[in-house]
């Protein structure tokens, strides 16, 4: 008898002990640890400094089956400012818009991936704008929203001096 609730015993809590893992669910991987601030800054700063965003954007409602509409962004210099904010030496271009400003904006940070983020922000000669385009292995995305319209923005960062260059002799 002693041997039977033994036995007894030993399936249960087997089986107990199974159904237990199998509510565990899958094994997931090892989380990627994350840089530390000071060196996600530094990349950050490397990535943007001398780049080009270069993509289209969507107006939400508006497409009706028209193509995408182009914008780049090209930035000189990127310098980290204080209390979240960065100073982005900047020409934007879209539609009919081309200009060359600087400008302090938050960027705040999901894991390792920067977000640049607006929030009623006036862009002089653009409007007010609020967006938040996250950048990631020399690509960028996110939404943007300006008055009663708005959308999603996508492209790449790339870097080319010879842009970079021009920029840089039209702030001086």
């Known amino acids: 008898m002693?041997?039977?609730r033994l036995l007894a015993y030993?399936?249960?809590?087997?089986?107990c002990a199974l159904i237990a893992r199998a509510d565990d669910g899958p094994a997931l991987p090892p989380a990627t640890p994350v840089p530390d601030r000071a060196t996600l800054e530094k990349q950050f700063e490397q990535t943007m400094s001398g780049a080009t965003l270069s993509g289209f954007f969507t107006v939400a409602g508006r497409q009706d089956g028209q193509p995408l509409k182009e914008e780049k962004y090209t930035i000189a210099k990127v310098t980290k400012l204080k209390d979240g904010f960065w100073l982005f030496q900047s020409r934007i271009q879209y539609g009919t818009h081309d200009a060359t400003m600087a400008l302090p904006l938050e960027v705040?940070?999901?894991?390792d991936t920067p977000v640049i983020t607006l929030t009623d922000y006036t862009v002089p000669g653009f409007g007010k704008f609020t967006c938040r385009i996250a950048v990631y292995k020399n690509q960028y995305a996110g939404t943007w929203s300006g008055g009663d319209h708005g959308g999603q923005m996508f492209g790449r960062v790339l870097h080319d001096?010879?842009?970079t260059g021009a920029l840089d002799s039209q702030q001086k």
């Open 2 to 4: 002693k041997l039977l």
């Open 10 to 15: 030993v399936f249960v809590s087997f089986g």
């Open 108 to 111: 705040r940070w999901a894991g």
């Open 161 to 163: 001096a010879a842009t």
